[in-house]
């Protein structure tokens, strides 16, 4: 789908009467009339009047006879902020102020009277209240204009079109699985005499296959505009050493609060993630970290919206950041402490050093510069000895499909394609190896004479870093064959579930349960597609929804924003190859609050996901600046 450049839908008949050329604009920006009209839009969701006390705008401004030229709207938009914003307790009539949505998302200083001057009169009369969106329940309200203008404000490029996205390879190694084929032993050639050897690989383009061409897979480190540079006091930094180093480079905005399109060009262009992956870990942040009114995220603790200004009531509270636990940071992370686990002080977002050391101790403490020695196997490891860990130490360890399943395992995949540097064999390709000196300085740390030392917010690519060729990018497909390559190496990380408030009492949700016996563990090991489809179904298109109710109270606008970002890249996946992965009724929900660590947490409140809004209560979280 392309967001950006797509012209926003056209009514039958215009709202506005004669086209009329402003002489003196009154807004400065399109920004300034989006962010009134908004605020307007805000101020009718919530009024419980019809009228349209103390304001200049009524509906006939802008239909029958009374219709005004786009300059006297505007104006009149802006002089009813104005008195509005006097008198909290005036109340905006909400079809009014519908049209205003309306009207500024389909405004601009130039297009608007552009297609203004090509209707005739005879047109234009034909003006009517049918033209706007239902404003009937502003819950239902068709936001996918104002979206696509609030990309373009982003600088949107273009986004993925993921009817392109090709799954040819995974269906054939998808059937290749079924067959008996075993997953994790696909060997590359060793590359002879240079002392080190191609990794065994998991994903399915492998880098390997790619002449090296340093040209193609130079990133800008050193540059004024990408060169490593620390945070700020008011920057916002979070669990993710990917996106601190990001914004520490400058590919994500330096302050920590990035949007859906650069957050998708970013790791696409800096790691190689392939769109339809990188797209659904955006959208997913955007739609419950961030804000899909202007589609900001915030890559840690809660912020202050600023492209649309002061929009955010319609969420309930700020937006949280991806700190928020939960939602999409989990427990048995790598190196950072359970959320809920004793003594962790609700840090769930530091280094904990101890954990890293476990991690160079699988590693055998190898310094030498060059080897290859965090591959996807020692690090999937590391991820089930950090799970057991959590289950004999955590009496509130959960485990959820989303945040839990896909998150922390890929995370800890994420580390060994990601934070690996490439380089050239002696056969001219390219050679993916994660060696000490590298992985130090991902996750910001040291060895120092005391041993080692973290700077928190310090993570860096080193300036001799190399991205592995965009040929070989990692998708969604990849993260269902990591989670069963994890599976492989330890069966407990495919299970969802959770502690029942005591060290070592792990129970795991039945997947025959959960799927209305469509599906069992053995099955979902030994088909790659079976799995893409449950952990869509249970993941992303039971949860979501509920997660929304939770989260805004305006659910129709985030259920849209969903549908088109969110799901689509699952649903493709998981219907690839016209595999019809039918819906099972699986009650996610109310399966997770068996378990008491389910609790969500945002912005220093806490509650169960099935108690919705009610719930909400709870502890204020600390919130991590560097
Ligand atoms: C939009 C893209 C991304 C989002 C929204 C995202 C989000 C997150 C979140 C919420 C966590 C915390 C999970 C937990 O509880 O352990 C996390 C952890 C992590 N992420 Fe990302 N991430 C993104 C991209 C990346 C990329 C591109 C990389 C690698 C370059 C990466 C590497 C990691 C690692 C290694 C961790 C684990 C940190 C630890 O436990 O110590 N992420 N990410």
């Given at each position: 789908?392309?967001?950006?450049?797509?012209?926003?839908?056209?009514p039958?008949?215009?709202?506005?009467?004669?086209?009329?050329?402003?002489?003196?604009?009154?807004?400065?920006?399109?920004?300034e009339?989006?962010e009134?009209?908004?605020?307007?839009?805000?101020?009718?969701?919530d009024?419980?009047?019809?009228t349209l006390?103390?304001t200049?705008?009524?509906?006939?401004?802008?239909?029958g006879?009374?219709?005004?030229?786009?300059?006297?709207?505007?104006?009149?938009?802006?002089?009813s902020?104005?008195v509005?914003?006097?008198?909290r307790?005036?109340?905006?009539?909400?079809?009014?102020?519908?049209?205003?949505?309306?009207?500024?998302?389909?405004?601009s200083?130039?297009?608007?009277?552009?297609?203004?001057?090509?209707?005739?009169?005879?047109?234009?009369?034909?003006?009517s209240v049918?033209?706007f969106?239902?404003?009937?329940?502003?819950?239902?309200?068709?936001i996918?204009?104002?979206?696509?203008?609030?990309?373009?404000?982003?600088?949107?490029?273009?986004l993925?079109?993921?009817?392109?996205?090709?799954?040819?390879?995974?269906?054939?190694?998808?059937?290749?699985?079924?067959?008996?084929?075993?997953?994790?032993?696909?060997?590359?050639p060793?590359?002879?005499n240079?002392?080190?050897?191609?990794?065994?690989?998991?994903?399915?383009?492998?880098?390997?296959?790619?002449?090296?061409?340093?040209?193609?897979?130079?990133?800008?480190?050193?540059?004024?505009?990408h060169?490593?540079?620390?945070p700020?006091?008011?920057?916002?930094?979070?669990?993710?050493?990917?996106?601190?180093?990001?914004?520490?480079?400058?590919?994500?905005?330096?302050?920590g609060?990035?949007?859906?399109?650069?957050?998708?060009?970013?790791?696409?262009?800096?790691?190689?993630?392939a769109?339809?992956?990188?797209?659904?870990?955006?959208?997913?942040?955007?739609?419950?970290?961030?804000?899909?009114?202007?589609l900001?995220?915030s890559?840690?603790?809660?912020?202050?919206?600023?492209?649309?200004?002061?929009?955010?009531?319609?969420?309930?509270?700020e937006?949280?950041?991806?700190?928020?636990h939960?939602?999409?940071?989990?427990?048995?992370?790598?190196?950072?402490q359970?959320?809920?686990a004793?003594?962790?002080?609700?840090d769930?977002?530091?280094?904990?050093?101890?954990?890293?050391q476990?991690?160079?101790?699988?590693?055998?403490?190898?310094?030498?510069p060059?080897?290859?020695?965090?591959?996807?196997?020692?690090?999937?490891?590391?991820?089930?000895?950090?799970?057991?860990?959590s289950?004999?130490?955590?009496?509130?360890?959960?485990?959820?499909?989303?945040?839990g399943?896909?998150?922390?395992?890929?995370?800890?995949?994420?580390?060994?394609?990601?934070a690996?540097?490439?380089?050239?064999?002696?056969?001219?390709?390219?050679?993916?190896?994660l060696?000490?000196?590298?992985?130090?300085?991902?996750?910001?740390?040291?060895r120092?004479?005391?041993?080692l030392?973290?700077?928190?917010?310090?993570?860096?690519?080193?300036?001799?870093?190399v991205r592995?060729?965009?040929?070989?990018?990692?998708?969604?497909?990849?993260i269902?064959?990591?989670?069963?390559?994890?599976?492989?190496?330890?069966?407990?990380?495919?299970?969802?579930?959770?502690?029942?408030?005591?060290?070592?009492?792990?129970?795991?949700?039945?997947?025959?349960?959960?799927?209305?016996?469509?599906?069992?563990?053995?099955?979902?090991?030994?088909?790659?597609?079976?799995?893409?489809?449950?952990?869509?179904?249970?993941?992303i298109?039971?949860?979501?929804?509920?997660?929304?109710?939770?989260?805004?109270?305006?659910?129709?606008q985030?259920?849209?924003?969903?549908?088109?970002?969110?799901?689509?890249p699952?649903?493709?996946?998981?219907?690839?190859?016209?595999?019809?992965?039918?819906s099972?009724?699986?009650?996610?929900?109310?399966?997770?609050?068996?378990?008491p660590?389910?609790?969500?947490?945002?912005?220093?409140?806490?509650?169960?996901l099935?108690?919705l809004?009610?719930?909400?209560?709870?502890k204020?979280?600390?919130?991590?600046?560097?």
């Open positions: 789908m392309r967001v950006g450049r797509m012209a926003p839908s056209r039958n008949s215009y709202p506005v009467a004669v086209p009329h050329r402003c002489k003196k604009p009154e807004a400065t920006s399109l920004g009339i989006v009134t009209g908004f605020e307007l839009y805000r101020m009718a969701a009024s419980t009047s019809k006390r103390g200049s705008i009524a509906p006939s401004s802008f239909t006879r009374n219709k005004q030229s786009p300059c006297r709207v505007r104006r009149r938009m802006q002089e902020l104005a509005v914003r006097r008198s307790q005036s109340y905006v009539e909400e079809g009014a102020a519908m049209m205003l949505v309306w009207i500024v998302s389909n405004d200083q130039s297009a608007q009277h552009k297609q203004m001057e090509e209707l005739d009169e005879k047109e234009l009369s034909k003006s049918a033209a969106p239902s404003y009937a329940d502003l819950s239902k309200a068709d996918s204009a104002v979206l696509e203008r609030a990309a373009q404000l982003n600088g949107a490029k273009d993925p079109d993921l009817s392109k996205v090709d799954y040819s390879a995974f269906l054939e190694r998808s059937a290749q699985i079924k067959a008996g084929d075993e997953l994790i032993k696909r060997q590359t060793n590359s002879g240079t002392g080190f050897e191609q990794r065994t690989f998991h994903a399915l383009i492998n880098p390997a296959s790619f002449k090296y061409n340093a040209q193609e897979q130079h990133v800008d480190l050193t540059s004024d505009e060169k490593f540079i620390p700020g006091p008011n920057d916002i930094r979070g669990p993710c050493p990917g996106l601190n180093l990001l914004a520490n480079h400058g590919y994500l905005n330096r302050n609060v990035t949007t859906l399109t650069q957050g998708i060009d970013a790791i696409n262009k800096v790691f190689g993630v769109y339809d992956l990188a797209l659904a870990l955006n959208a997913y942040a955007v739609v419950f970290n961030g804000n899909i009114l202007d900001t995220w890559i840690g603790g809660p912020y202050k919206s600023q492209s649309l200004g002061a929009l955010t009531d319609i969420l309930l509270g937006p949280g950041g991806i700190d928020a939960n939602i999409y940071e989990g427990d048995a992370s790598i190196v950072r359970d959320y809920y004793p003594d962790a002080n609700h769930n977002v530091l280094v904990h050093l101890p954990y890293f476990d991690l160079l101790d699988l590693g055998n403490n190898d310094q030498t060059g080897k290859d020695v965090y591959t996807a196997e020692v690090l999937l490891k590391h991820k089930s000895n950090r799970w057991h860990q289950v004999a130490t955590n009496p509130l360890f959960f485990n959820s499909a989303f945040g399943l896909v998150v922390t395992t890929a995370a800890e995949r994420f580390v060994a394609e990601f690996a540097n490439n380089t050239v064999d002696e056969n001219g390709y390219n050679r993916l190896y060696d000490e000196k590298n992985l130090l300085a991902f996750f910001s740390v040291e120092t004479d005391q041993g030392k973290y700077t928190p917010g310090n993570e860096r690519l080193l300036t001799s870093w592995r060729p965009l040929g070989a990018t990692f998708g969604l497909d990849d269902v064959l990591t989670l069963l390559s994890a599976a492989a190496i330890d069966p407990s990380l495919l299970s969802v579930g959770g502690n029942a408030g005591q060290v070592n009492t792990f129970t795991g949700l039945d997947v025959g349960n959960l799927t209305g016996g469509l599906y069992n563990f053995e099955t979902l090991l030994k088909d790659p597609q079976a799995t893409a489809c449950y952990l869509y179904q249970i993941g298109e039971e949860l979501v929804p509920t997660q929304v109710n939770v989260l805004y109270k305006a659910t129709g985030a259920l849209d924003f969903v549908a088109k970002y969110l799901t689509a699952w649903k493709n996946l998981a219907t690839a190859g016209g595999n019809p992965c039918d099972f009724n699986s009650n996610i929900a109310q399966q997770y609050s068996k378990f660590g389910s609790k969500i947490e945002r912005n220093g409140q806490t509650g169960l099935t108690g809004l009610g719930a909400l209560g709870g204020k979280r600390r919130t991590v600046r560097y």
